[in-house]
């Protein structure tokens, strides 16, 4: 079984310009998550979907970030314009029954 | 506030040596328990996870659990470690179904030869 897939890794920009970062969770998973993790932090959730509707949206920063989930699979997740502070680790996650979420590799923003 | 503490920040320890790492929570009626595990340059990996049921808990890699209700707690074990163990481990908890995930701060498990 496929895990989740992150792209891109890495990303290095400067501060006030925008950015996107893309995730394809496993498979039939109806439910997907983004994380924060900041350095020395543990995760902390910015938004959960369930197929494509929003369920919980309560910590993300609404004026600078965005999040769309297309057609109940992949899902995008966009800052613009970017501060100094966004800079972290950027998790998604899925899950499909029961508590279990799996984790992508992460992409690193580092924000100059 | 739902919470979860992580008491050490950094768990440096020999080889084949025992280790516990603490996680307290807030005390809540239900409460469902885990513990990731993240290497460098890597996602999380859930070890174990405490839902119901007896309150010792085993996952992989030979670390277990102890749910505690009456001290909020839900401390992580393994008896002998090795190189490979070291990582940052994270505690975290769901208050009540259908809650979200909330994550401690993390402890860095660093085993030494």
């Known amino acids: 079984e496929a895990g989740v897939a992150q792209s891109p890794r890495y990303k290095i920009i400067e501060k006030r310009q925008s950015v996107a970062f893309w995730c394809n969770p496993i498979s039939g998973h109806a439910t997907l998550y983004w994380y924060q993790q900041i350095l020395g932090q543990g995760p902390k959730l910015l938004i959960q979907f369930q197929n494509n509707g929003v369920v919980d949206d309560s910590q993300l920063p609404k004026d600078r970030f965005s999040a769309e989930r297309l057609k109940g699979v992949d899902s995008t997740l966009k800052i613009q314009p970017a501060k100094l502070e966004d800079s972290a680790v950027y998790l998604c996650?899925?899950?499909?029954?029961?508590?279990?979420?799996?984790f992508g590799p992460g992409t690193r923003l580092t924000v100059l | 506030a739902q919470s979860v503490t992580q008491l050490d920040s950094q768990v440096p320890v020999f080889e084949e040596a025992p280790v516990e790492l603490r996680c307290n929570y807030s005390?809540?009626?239900?409460?469902?328990l885990f513990w990731y595990v993240q290497y460098p340059n890597q996602g999380l990996q859930l070890l174990l996870k405490y839902l119901s049921g007896s309150t010792l808990v085993k996952g992989i890699n030979g670390f277990e659990a102890e749910f505690n209700k009456s001290q909020t707690s839900f401390h992580l074990r393994k008896p002998s470690v090795h190189i490979s163990d070291t990582a940052e481990y994270f505690c975290a908890v769901i208050y009540n179904q259908g809650g979200k995930l909330i994550f401690g701060q993390g402890t860095e498990l660093s085993v030494k030869p």
């Open positions: 996650a899925s899950s499909s029954q029961g508590y279990e979420q799996f």
């Open positions: 005390s809540s009626v239900s409460v469902y």
